[in-house]
């Protein structure tokens, strides 16, 4: 995660915390010696939260995003109440192999920096802008785009004509989306059901949907 950050946004790095040992293997990049502070193994122990500690942690700048670029091509995920940060973390990096940049979430989902989200979303974090917002005053403003929800009883994404640019609506893990949002679909879709499983959870459910919108 580190090296793809000095690789893609080395501006946004703040401080390296590295072992010796890690410095070293990472000498091509000219300007590391500049940001980095050199520790022990037991001092990152110490200021990391994993349970066993890697050999370097970086202080990153969380980016700022501008919600107005949003919705200008292609596709934008709409997340609503998603709860999980493995869900999460794991959309965002869907996300990322689909060329899908940006994600609106409700202000009730899961913090896209929690510590969980940036482990499982790995170095797709800063390559995708993700912003916070109420949904009902930001989906009341996008009429010109097809708002597709997944709901459990709406039409197979086989059967569905796609188009894009898009909004694609997915819900919170247990409850779906609320009726507020709902409101706003042009279009409820849903992946058919062939067995007896009760439901997929939301990252699954995203990148089902996502292979089938960019066909």
């Known amino acids: 995660m580190v090296e793809e950050l000095l690789q893609e946004s080395p501006n ?13 293997n990472h000498s091509k990049y000219a300007f590391l ?3 980095t502070i050199v520790v022990e193994e037991h001092e990152l122990a110490k200021i990391s939260q994993l349970v066993t500690a890697e050999e370097v942690l970086a ?5 700022k995003t501008d919600l107005s670029s949003l ?6 995920l709409v997340l609503d109440q998603i709860q999980d940060p493995g869900n999460l973390g ?3 990096r869907t996300c990322d192999w689909f060329g899908i940049g940006q ?12 510590p969980k989200v940036v482990q499982s979303a790995k170095g797709s974090l800063l390559r995708i802008q993700i912003k916070y917002t109420p949904l009902v005053p930001f989906l009341a403003i996008q009429k010109k785009l097809p708002i597709y929800a997944t709901i459990l009883n709406g039409t197979s994404i086989h059967e569905v004509s796609f188009k894009r640019p898009a909004i694609l609506l997915i819900g919170n893990e247990a409850n ?3 009726p507020e949002v709902l409101a706003f679909a042009s279009e409820n879709i849903t992946i058919p059901k062939y067995g007896k499983a009760e439901s997929l959870n939301a990252a699954i459910a995203s990148a089902i949907i996502l292979t089938a919108m960019m066909k």
């Open 33 to 35: 010696q500049e940001m």
């Open 71 to 76: 919705v200008e091509k292609g596709v934008t």
């Open 103 to 114: 994600i609106v979430c409700s202000p009730d989902t899961v913090d896209a920096f929690n």
């Open 12 to 24: 946004a790095i703040e401080r390296i915390y590295a072992t010796k040992e890690w410095l070293e």
């Open 90 to 92: 794991t959309i965002i």
């Open 59 to 63: 202080l990153v700048k969380i980016p």
């Open 176 to 178: 779906g989306i609320s």
